[in-house]
């Protein structure tokens, strides 16, 4: 054990922090709270970030099955979302 604390203090020590002594400041119950809370934060902002990959993703795949099936498909459903585009910033500007 004594070989764990002294590998735990050079690795402390070599990041620049330092070796904290006593009991702390925070209860445990409260670092737990903490931590799940940290937790929960991470992994909403996780799961948003795979849901707009898989998105993204399964566009991607979807607009080469188009092109691969018919490209003047593709091209017109470009055009159809510059369009929806094109009037979402109408919309939003006149605001």
């Given at each position: 054990m004594a070989e764990w604390v002294e590998?735990?203090?050079?690795?402390?020590?070599?990041?620049?922090?330092?070796?904290?002594?006593?009991?702390?400041?925070?209860?445990?119950?409260?670092?737990?709270?903490?931590a799940h809370d940290r937790f929960t934060d991470f992994d909403t902002q996780r799961r948003a970030l795979e849901t707009?990959?898989?998105?993204?993703?399964?566009?991607?795949?979807?607009?080469?099955?188009?092109a691969d099936a018919d490209?003047?498909?593709?091209?017109e459903l470009e055009k159809a979302e510059n369009e929806v585009e094109r009037r979402h910033h109408r919309f939003t500007d006149d605001d």
């Open positions: 590998a735990t203090d050079r690795f402390v020590a070599m990041n620049d922090m330092e070796v904290l002594f006593g009991p702390g400041q925070v209860a445990s119950e409260d670092a737990i709270a903490i707009a990959r898989a998105d993204e993703e399964a566009e991607q795949e979807f607009r080469e099955l188009l490209a003047g498909l593709l091209d």
